[in-house]
């Protein structure tokens, strides 16, 4: 293992995920086990720039393996977009004598630390940290089994309702460029119609498919939509098709942040122990400028040139099942 590195940075950036915790242990921890001295860097980009860094122990990420979002802050930084941010963000690195990075997050995390990475050469690995399961390279990101538990949950308890009544619902989960926690959540949930981004499904198909359920007697019926929908957003469908429904009283929910938090599953916790692990093993090896990932159960490594010019595409086979499931 490389003596090159002997003091570890770690950061979380963009959109919190359940899970981020576990990771930063993982990576704390890590690095005191391979005798590296290990900080924190606040608030993502932003806590670099402004210089926001603290040194960590083992203790000081105890009893975090259970808890949701992330002890290290996360923010949007648009003074790292620009060339004297960065400049600043890495004088304060150097300031304080770290010479590695470990970045927990999504494409917007991994984007920024690919230039970064490109114009200061600061050894840095990703490890991805988002419940959209959106990343190339890893079959699953931290956070996405919780969030997806988290929005079946609610389905389950809005199907107790809508059967309780002749109910449609529209149910809104999150997802702006990726289906995954819609789909899967529609598979799981019992949803009639799944509706995701990267399907160029018409108003006339999901008019068409409702009015099945209509006139085969469907005493209620769930569609999940996914927020980044080309149809537009649960609100909108539902208003849309309620214009010419007659038979369904209709019904929407929106369930928001509300799959970002809460305590992660065990999956999410033992995935996120892995990679941290394997992130500040990666580093000691000579893997600069990769992302950590997990492809049939085994650690893999992908440049991050590689992750951010593609996408987590689609299983088409889990749309295939979701299609059988709900006629």
């Not at 995920?17 to 704390?28: D, T």
């Not at 690195?93 to 114009?119: C, H, M, P, S, W």
């Not at 538990?149 to 999150?174: G, P, Q, Y």
């Not at 469907?218 to 469908?237: H, N, P, Q, Y």
């Amino acid at each position: 293992m490389s003596n090159n590195i002997s003091k570890i940075g770690v950061f979380t950036s963009g959109g919190d995920a359940p899970g981020m915790n576990a990771a930063i242990r993982a990576v704390v921890r890590a690095s005191i086990y391979y005798g590296k001295e290990v900080y924190g860097i606040m608030r993502g980009y932003e806590g670099m720039i402004d210089d926001e860094i603290v040194k960590l122990g083992s203790r000081s990420v105890g009893n975090i393996l259970q808890r949701g979002g992330t002890i290290l802050k996360t923010a949007r930084s648009e003074a790292f977009r620009t060339r004297e941010g960065r400049e600043k963000a890495y004088q304060n690195l150097q300031r304080n004598g770290i010479d590695a990075l470990v970045a927990i997050g999504g494409d917007g995390t991994f984007t920024g630390l690919t230039k970064f990475y490109d114009e200061f050469k600061i050894p840095s690995i990703c490890i991805p940290g988002t419940i959209d399961n959106d990343l190339a390279g890893t079959d699953y990101t931290i956070g996405y089994d919780t969030a997806t538990n988290t929005a079946v949950e609610a389905i389950d308890k809005i199907r107790d309702t809508a059967m309780s009544h002749n109910r449609l619902f529209f149910i809104e989960v999150m997802g702006r460029h990726s289906g995954y926690i819609a789909l899967h959540c529609g598979i799981a949930g019992g949803a009639v119609v799944t509706i995701i981004p990267e399907e160029d499904m018409t108003m006339e198909q999901l008019f068409s498919k409702l009015d099945e359920g209509g006139k085969t007697n469907r005493k209620s019926s769930m569609v999940v939509v996914a927020e980044g929908s080309k149809l537009g957003g649960a609100m909108e469908l539902a208003n849309r098709f309620s214009a010419r429904n007659n038979y369904f009283d209709i019904k929407v929910t929106i369930l928001g942040h509300l799959q970002r938090g809460g305590s992660p599953t065990y999956f999410d916790r033992v995935l996120a122990s892995k990679m941290g692990i394997a992130a500040v093993e990666g580093l000691l090896n000579g893997k600069q400028g990769y992302m950590v990932g997990i492809q049939n159960n085994h650690i893999v490594y992908n440049d991050f040139h590689t992750i951010i010019n593609h996408r987590h595409e689609i299983d088409s086979e889990s749309l295939r099942i979701a299609k059988i499931l709900s006629i």
